[in-house]
């Protein structure tokens, strides 16, 4: 993809691309808070936060390969090849690549939290046309934003905590 923006039809094929390679995810950040009815503006990438088991990165790294993905670099305007296999995610909080269906980020431990199997806990299961979506809560995307302390974030998190007002669930 030239433009590198993911449009609904890629972000449900790097989704369906997990389920099918059973690797144990969540959506986060503003893909995950879309999913959820919240009022965001539309994002450019896909986050996914995968549990940190050494199974669960053989099978996203498989995937990875499947989606003929290349790590994103700043500057770079072709993503660059790298080894994909289980030894690629040692040590690595974050990593972006581009894939055949857009770009995709991987963050083992988001900001604000303890990583895949803090998320799971509030986390549930949305679905969208018939693709089982595993999400982050909002009110842990909230965390995260406000823990990141991105000037980007700022605006997103008024819309957040609002969206949480508003369902009750003021829990910022």
């Known amino acids: ?33 879309i999913l959820q009815g919240v009022p965001l503006p539309r994002t450019a990438d896909l986050d996914v936060t995968p549990a940190s088991d050494i199974e669960n990165k053989k099978r996203l790294a498989r995937v990875l390969r499947d989606l003929d993905a290349k790590l994103r ?18 040590g690595m909080v ?22 895949y199997d803090d998320l799971i806990r509030d986390g549930h299961v949305v679905d969208r ?11 842990d995307i909230v965390r995260s934003k406000r823990a990141a302390g991105r000037e980007k974030d700022a605006s997103h998190l008024v819309i957040l905590m609002d969206f949480l ?3 009750g669930n003021d829990q910022t």
């Not at 989704?15 to 986060?28: D, F, P, T």
């Not at 305007?77 to 030894?87: C, P, T």
């Not at 974050?94 to 990583?115: I, K, L, Q």
């Open 94 to 115: 974050t990593m972006t690549f581009v894939t055949r269906f857009g770009p995709f980020d991987v963050c083992f431990v988001p900001d604000g939290t303890a990583g």
């Open 129 to 139: 046309l018939g693709i089982q979506i595993p999400v982050a809560s909002v009110s």
């Open 165 to 167: 007002a508003r369902l």
């Open 1 to 33: 993809m030239s433009d590198e923006s993911l449009t609904p039809v890629a972000f449900e094929r790097i989704v369906e691309a997990l389920n099918r390679g059973k690797v144990s995810y969540l959506v986060i950040g503003g893909v995950a808070a």
């Open 73 to 90: 670099v700043s500057g770079l305007e072709e993503g660059v090849e790298i080894r994909l296999d289980e030894r690629t995610f040692t």
